[in-house]
């Protein structure tokens, strides 16, 4: 064989290798973890902000709204791309979504879908999020570029968790969540902060639990003590009052919580410093 048709049989072997990577190898998947002082409640709260899509991809200048709803998933936006041609604009969608576990986004590039799913795990020392990355190209061709594709890909999920991981460590400790206390006398309190800053208060006296639910709560994170007001309460003693309240939160999932009840419009039965009828709750979810 002459060696004009070697060079010949080989660059075909070499285009047939390029075309089999985009026929057998569509998908590549980029697993990359990261680990912060953060409970699992502050960690969700940061990474699930409309304001921290931004973050979540490194070419994005600009985040724009098309659907937003109560139920999470099918959020949309729309992103417009710094690194691209100018005004050059692709979506992305919230595709999961399972409070303080789980969510994830595709992202419709021109040229590319990538789906990035997040796992939040609970450690002693704070939480790791589990970063899954899925590169779905939308051309044989760019398939074939795969193996080159997923290392930049790689680099770039480094890079972003880099970026989320300091976001999240500036963040103020999320409220969000169960609590719970039990003092020496066996009186066990639980509270339930939800996103839309209403909370059930549950105090279980042995057998007997009195459910107070749909409160509503406002925290101030500006100031030290920080402020927890509560409100709403429409039966018992506290009817028609607000609890004026400071907390701490200085200790990864314990919350320290001292308050007086007032007129609504009179906050100056506030505590300004804990005293010995503050209570400890312990975050349990």
Excluded at 135 to 150: N, V
Aim: proline share 4%.
């Amino acid at each position: 064989m002459g060696k004009y048709k070697v060079w010949l049989v080989g660059a075909l072997l070499l285009i047939l290798a390029f075309i089999s990577v985009g026929i057998f190898k569509p998908t590549a998947v980029i697993r990359s973890t990261f680990t912060v002082h953060r409970s699992v409640a502050t960690s969700f709260r940061v990474l699930t902000k409309a304001a921290t899509i931004p973050f979540l991809v490194e070419d994005a200048s600009n985040v724009e709204a098309l659907v937003e709803h109560d139920n999470k998933i099918g959020n949309r936006y729309r992103l417009t791309s710094g690194d691209l041609s100018p005004s050059a604009e692709y979506e992305c969608e919230l595709t999961g979504f399972v409070e303080l576990e789980q969510f994830q986004y595709t992202f419709s590039k021109p040229h590319a879908r990538i789906v990035v799913d997040y796992v939040l795990v609970r450690e002693s020392a704070g939480t790791t999020v589990q970063v899954s990355r899925q590169i779905i190209p939308l051309s044989w061709w760019r398939r074939s570029l795969l193996p080159i594709i997923t290392d930049s890909e790689a680099r770039e999920q480094i890079r972003i968790n880099d970026d989320l991981k300091r976001l999240i460590e500036t963040s103020p400790e999320s409220l969000i969540g169960d609590w719970v206390s039990t003092d020496s006398d066996g009186q066990e309190q639980m509270f339930s902060f939800r996103s839309d800053e209403k909370a059930d208060w549950r105090v279980a006296l042995g057998a007997n639990v009195y459910p107070i639910t749909d409160l509503r709560w406002k925290r101030e994170s500006s100031v030290n003590p920080e402020l927890l007001d509560l409100s709403g309460f429409t039966s018992g003693p506290l009817r028609g009052l607000t609890l004026f309240g400071i907390i701490d939160m200085s200790r990864l999932d314990t919350l320290l919580f001292d308050a007086e009840a007032g007129l609504p419009d009179d906050d100056r039965v506030r505590p300004l410093e804990f005293s010995s009828s503050t209570v400890t709750y312990v975050r349990i979810r």
